[in-house]
């Protein structure tokens, strides 16, 4: 479950929100009007009408049980779906001791209503139990490994290695815990991954003449490997290969039981209300705006503490000649400056020149020249008061280079993004450019998964049709959610969300 749809729904800002971290802008042209909306959407919505949309779906009688008991629960009454959501993770995050007392006051009875023929029985205090052993050469053969099987063979002989080393040890005791199986086994095997997907299949299972084990140990509550000689007194009951084995009956599956797992239940309303909700398409469209916003910011105001320093925010702005030129980019902003208190004018355009040329490619040969609105000070003046601490200083001066392809930290200003959903800029999702105008586009708007491969040559459909390639058939109208959500938001998605 992504807690900034979870946590958007239920408190009407993401999990960071609490920190005062606010929405910043979202991917795939997801604006803050956009986002606001659906968060609105989402939460508004109200438990009977869930009801009532789920009613000629399979999950309609979980679905209301679901809600009735959650509502039973609930000292307050519960109307909207984020209320219900609220409540669960209220439940969620109370002490252990009070939410088994909630849970179980109602959660044995609903047990019973479903299993009314079980009978309890009483267990004896002390049960035998055969332990199935197995050969890990067999084993590899079912396992769905990226690796060979001499691979994983080679790596199970390590970590066997590793437990002999330690079980000779005189002065040392118990078993090892797996960080130290790990990392001695990386002596020999770099592939951490190797090593860690050998090790969680590693218990119980026989690698040449030794058993291996996995065991909680009581004193250290930490998960340990140990190793056992196979003639020592241990008789391993024989498994049947995978080509012989049996295979078992399908367990019942048992109904949903409301309060017997409170992360089941959330997980349930996660995938069937916000992921997959029947009817209609603005609650899934909402959704998906939600989880394209991942952008999140907070701002720290600028403050001048009470300290022997005095602390400015600089920012270059060009000279005369530099603004006639043609500017098609706004400039980079301010940094911020910090000299002590009997600093001279001049010390301040040293330490604003190095600051910007620090930060900014753009600046790296700019030379400040005067100081806007400081132009009647002299150079060797102090700026203690003359000029009051916090405020926002502009730099005028030359050296500007305003033709670099390097402006910012994102490499040559040379790409253009100009996308179907209204994105026109990089917003950290995949994109892919175009062959013909080599304009960046999103794959998913392109109807490409983030999984499968891109087209070796690529045409946006701008492009096509311009070069007349048009496919001769009328387009058809969109008619499922995915091609909803490859439309422009400006266009349809907004108007779900107005």
């Excluded at 399908?250 to 309303?269: N, R």
């Excluded at 001066?397 to 910012?408: H, I, K, Q, S, V």
């Amino acid at each position: 479950m992504d807690l900034r749809l979870l946590y958007g729904v239920a408190y009407g800002h993401p999990w960071f929100g609490r920190w005062g971290y606010k929405f910043c802008r979202g991917s795939f042209g997801v604006t803050k009007h956009n986002y606001g909306r659906a968060i609105e959407i989402l939460s508004a919505v109200e438990l009977d009408q869930i009801i009532q949309d789920f009613k000629d779906s399979d999950q309609y009688e979980e679905m209301k049980q679901m809600i009735h008991y959650y509502r039973d629960l609930s000292e307050t009454q519960l109307m909207t779906f984020k209320d219900l959501l609220r409540f669960m993770l209220t439940v969620k995050s109370c002490p252990c001791a009070q939410k088994k007392r909630i849970m179980a006051a109602t959660a044995s009875s609903s047990i019973s209503k479903h299993l009314p023929r079980m009978t309890l029985q009483k267990k004896p205090l002390m049960k035998e139990k055969c332990t199935r052993y197995r050969k890990f050469s067999s084993l590899v053969g079912t396992l769905d490994s990226r690796w060979p099987t001499r691979r994983l063979e080679y790596a199970a002989e390590v970590i066997v290695n590793t437990l002999k080393e330690k079980k000779a040890d005189k002065l040392s005791k118990g078993g090892m815990s797996r960080q130290d199986v790990r990392d001695a086994a990386r002596l020999h095997i770099g592939d951490t991954g190797l090593l860690d997907y050998v090790l969680k299949s590693m218990n119980n299972v026989i690698v040449g003449t030794h058993i291996v084990r996995r065991a909680v140990n009581p004193t250290t509550k930490i998960l340990e490997y140990s190793i056992d000689e196979l003639d020592g007194g241990i008789r391993p009951v024989r498994v049947a290969e995978p080509e012989a084995d049996v295979v078992p009956e399908p367990l019942p599956v048992l109904p949903l039981v409301p309060g017997a797992d409170l992360y089941g239940d959330m997980a349930f309303l996660y995938t069937k209300v916000l992921m997959n909700y029947p009817e209609p398409e603005v609650m899934e469209l909402a959704s998906q705006a939600v989880l394209d916003s991942k952008h999140f910011v907070k701002e720290w105001p600028f403050e001048d503490d009470e300290d022997q320093l005095l602390r400015f925010i600089c920012q270059a702005i060009p000279n005369m000649i530099d603004l006639e030129a043609n500017m098609n980019r706004e400039l980079p902003p301010g940094e911020i400056v910090m000299l002590p208190l009997h600093a001279t004018v001049a010390e301040l355009k040293q330490a604003a020149e190095s600051a910007l040329r620090d930060t900014y490619c753009i600046l790296e040969k700019f030379v400040v020249t005067e100081i806007d609105r400081m132009e009647e000070l002299e150079d060797w003046e102090l700026l203690f008061g003359a000029v009051e601490s916090g405020a926002e200083l502009f730099m005028r001066g030359d050296g500007m280079d305003l033709n670099t392809e390097l402006r910012y930290e994102g490499g040559p200003d040379n790409w253009k993004v100009r996308c179907e959903c209204g994105a026109q800029d990089d917003d950290g999702e995949r994109m892919v450019a175009c062959d013909i105008c080599e304009v960046w586009q999103h794959t998913r708007c392109n109807g490409i998964e983030d999984s499968g491969t891109v087209p070796p040559l690529f045409i946006c459909t701008g492009c096509c049709e311009s070069l007349g390639h048009s496919r001769g058939e009328p387009q058809e109208e969109v008619d499922n959610s995915d091609d909803l959500l490859m439309i422009p938001a400006n266009e349809y998605v907004a108007q779900f969300l107005e």
